[in-house]
């Protein structure tokens, strides 16, 4: 008796410690999780509240490379969270069409009119999830890339360097930011300073996503959509004619600035492995 009651704590024994080898991970996936099971997990990427020292590499290619480098992760980190807020929007609006809104549904919307500046007494009806499905979309990372690599000196200017402003974003109240040297007496525009680059990065997109100035933008990249055709930032930037005093001209440059910079940002995602931003549905 003494012997089998010995054999049978070594059994038991051994099959605790198998137990959880032998047990699959049974994980249930909560609804929310369901909405972006399609989606890459938004990247966790540090608050950058310094530059590199862009202006000590004399490399041309060097210094480039590095630009990409510290700015991609951010951009597509962006990107995808982005893609996270337009799956829930998708799924809200089923629940929508079925009259089926829940409390948390409308903390969402209500949130979502916020911060992208639709108006506070909008209906909760069709117009307000086609105006949200317009304004909740991506920004081609190559577009983002360019433009704070033309409008910061790759990360040169004063404005980038003291202010973390990568994208020449101005600010109206006193204070707000930093006071352009050839600004007009009667001027009252800042060059809004961050906290951090992801700050800077959050706050271009969504001025790329909200200000009336970027509607073609906007409805270019919504045709684009209703087309089944990818969103490319050679196709968007004809959207980006009010950003500069230059017009045209700016437009021009940012798509030379394209062609010659895409391969280089190709190698240096490859060389991060960052997680590939796909186009919406």
């Known amino acids: 008796m003494r012997l089998l009651t010995i054999l049978l704590f070594i059994v038991l024994s051994v099959a605790a410690l198998l137990?959880?080898?032998?047990?699959?991970?049974?994980?249930?996936?909560?609804?929310?999780?369901?909405?972006?099971?399609?989606?890459?997990?938004?990247?966790?990427?540090?608050?950058?509240?310094?530059?590199p020292d862009f202006m000590s590499i004399t490399d041309v290619t060097e210094k480039k490379e590095e630009f990409f480098r510290f700015l991609l992760p951010l951009v597509e980190a962006e990107n995808i969270r982005i893609l996270h807020d337009r799956a829930y929007l998708k799924a809200i609006h089923e629940r929508f069409k079925s009259n089926e809104l829940t409390e948390a549904d409308k903390k969402r919307i209500a949130d979502w009119i916020e911060y992208y500046r639709l108006e506070d007494d909008i209906a909760i009806d069709e117009n307000l999830f086609g105006l949200l499905k317009r304004r909740i979309d991506i920004i081609p990372e190559m577009m983002v890339l360019v433009q704070a690599a033309n409008e910061s000196g790759w990360g040169t200017s004063r404005f980038s360097r003291q202010g973390l402003n990568l994208f020449g974003q101005w600010c109206y109240s006193k204070?707000?930011?930093?006071?352009?040297?050839?600004?007009?007496?009667?001027?009252?525009?800042?060059?809004?300073?961050?906290?951090?680059?992801?700050?800077?990065?959050?706050?271009?997109?969504?001025?790329?996503?909200?200000?009336?100035?970027?509607?073609?933008?906007?409805?270019?990249?919504?045709?684009?959509?209703?087309?089944?055709?990818?969103?490319?930032?050679?196709?968007?930037?004809?959207?980006?004619?009010?950003?500069?005093?230059?017009?045209?001209?700016?437009?021009?440059?940012?798509?030379?600035?394209?062609?010659?910079?895409?391969?280089?940002?190709?190698?240096?995602?490859?060389?991060?492995?960052?997680?590939?931003?796909?186009?919406?549905?």
């Open 19 to 51: 137990l959880p080898w032998l047990i699959k991970d049974t994980e249930v996936e909560t609804p929310e999780q369901s909405v972006t099971a399609h989606l890459p997990a938004i990247p966790e990427v540090p608050v950058q509240r310094d530059l």
């Open 175 to 281: 204070g707000c930011g930093l006071v352009p040297n050839q600004r007009d007496d009667d001027g009252r525009h800042e060059v809004a300073q961050f906290d951090s680059v992801n700050a800077s990065v959050k706050s271009y997109m969504r001025n790329i996503n909200t200000h009336g100035a970027y509607l073609d933008l906007r409805l270019l990249r919504e045709q684009k959509r209703l087309d089944n055709e990818d969103i490319l930032a050679r196709d968007l930037i004809t959207g980006l004619s009010s950003y500069s005093e230059r017009g045209e001209e700016y437009i021009d440059e940012l798509r030379a600035m394209i062609r010659i910079n895409r391969p280089i940002v190709k190698r240096v995602s490859e060389e991060l492995n960052t997680p590939e931003v796909p186009q919406p549905e």
